[in-house]
């Protein structure tokens, strides 16, 4: 079975400092992972995602994230954070064998600070 | 181009009632599938539709179930509600190609059960 573990709840962060959001999954084969943004009264969002190749990967909003195989990860980092990325952030797995059948982790919420 | 549509926004219902939950797919999408999202939890994969019939389910009682139209749209629907069934449902759409196609999520719609 597929899982993902978000282990921060909360994160706080100044406007213009970085960010990363912490993602470990499991899943016996190669996964497929992705990372969603959910803004309140918003759906979800697609920020990126990693299928094969290339371990870092670039997504929309300045986004990026890094797959590590050895230590199943998928930490989602960005460099210089703005207020208007305060929002919740969930990493999620899928596999080609099941349709691409999402799981998602319980999620982080990012708070902005002046 | 309209996105994901789901109705309606809001709903509050009483133990025991039923509930019907309409969504429509993205412009093109042929493939509906349904989430719940508890408070402060992940969205959890209930079932997908795929030519009118349900191709997936995840661990969701035979209280949830789903039709889809030949138009693509589709209803989510939940007997004998539970307090438990509190949750924002999403939507999401996307087009059946045998490979991999992103999911494009909705609003959701955010159940109340007293």
């Known amino acids: 079975a597929q899982s993902v573990t978000q282990p921060d709840i909360h994160i706080t962060v100044s406007e213009g400092a970085s960010l990363e959001l912490r993602c470990n999954y499991s899943?016996?084969?190669?996964?497929?992972l992705f990372w969603y943004v959910q803004s309140p009264g918003q759906g979800l969002q697609l920020l990126l995602k990693?299928?094969?190749?290339?371990?870092l990967v670039q997504g929309i909003k300045g986004f990026e994230a890094e797959f590590k195989r050895s230590q199943s990860s998928f930490n989602l980092r960005k460099p210089s954070v703005h207020w208007s990325d305060a929002a919740e952030y969930f990493c999620?797995?899928?596999?080609?064998?099941?349709?691409?059948?999402?799981?998602f982790g319980a999620g982080t919420t990012v708070t902005v600070r002046a | 181009d309209a996105g994901v549509t789901q109705s309606p926004t809001h709903l509050i219902k009483t133990r025991g009632q039923q509930v019907t939950l309409r969504c429509s797919p993205k412009?093109?999408?042929?493939?509906v599938s349904w989430y719940q999202q508890a408070l402060g939890q992940g969205p959890q994969f209930i079932f997908q539709?795929?030519?009118?019939?349900?191709?997936q389910r995840g661990n969701f009682p035979d209280r949830f179930s789903g039709h889809q139209f030949p138009n693509y749209s589709s209803e989510l629907n939940v007997n004998a509600l539970l307090l438990g069934d509190s949750a924002l449902y999403l939507c999401?759409?996307?087009?059946?190609?045998?490979?991999?196609?992103?999911?494009?999520f909705g609003p959701g719609t955010r159940l109340t059960v007293l």
């Open positions: 899943y016996g084969a190669t996964p497929y």
């Open positions: 990693y299928f094969s190749g290339d371990t």
């Open positions: 999620a797995v899928g596999a080609i064998s099941n349709d691409y059948k999402l799981s």
């Open positions: 412009s093109g999408h042929d493939t």
């Open positions: 539709y795929y030519e009118e019939e349900e191709r």
């Open positions: 999401a759409s996307s087009l059946k190609t045998g490979g991999y196609n992103e999911q494009f």
